[in-house]
């Protein structure tokens, strides 16, 4: 059975940060590429970044520069570190753990960015 779990998320400050983290199981973790995307109320869901099996990574322009993504192999983690958080950036992040035509999602886990 696979599983994703992301999990990390919060209410934050504007300026603040978050890492969130994708743990997967029942899946070769190490060939699959990671994906982070989220989705706000009433919009579509969005690429935020990715990280393939070799550590190529791409961000949304909207993150550039404020967010990483990296992964763990030995743990099937992925995360995402989320410096200088605006309130734009609140949604729910989803991980998506993609290899050829094998893809799995988890439930999300909320961020919040608010004064």
């Known amino acids: 059975q696979v599983t994703v779990v992301e999990s990390g998320g919060g209410l934050v400050q504007p300026g603040g940060s978050l890492t969130l983290s994708c743990v997967a199981s029942?899946?070769?973790?190490?060939?699959?590429?990671i994906d982070w995307y989220r989705q706000a109320p009433g919009k579509e869901r969005e690429f935020v970044a990715n990280i393939n099996p070799g550590g190529r990574t791409n961000y949304a322009e909207s993150v550039q520069g404020r967010f990483t993504v990296s992964r763990d192999n030995d743990k099937n983690t992925g995360y995402l570190q989320m410096n200088g958080l605006k309130p734009e950036d609140s949604s729910v992040y989803y991980c998506?753990?993609?290899?050829?035509?094998?893809?799995?999602w988890g439930q999300g886990t909320q961020v919040t960015v608010s004064s």
């Open positions: 998506d753990c993609r290899v050829g035509v094998m893809d799995y």
């Open positions: 029942g899946i070769p973790f190490s060939i699959y590429t």
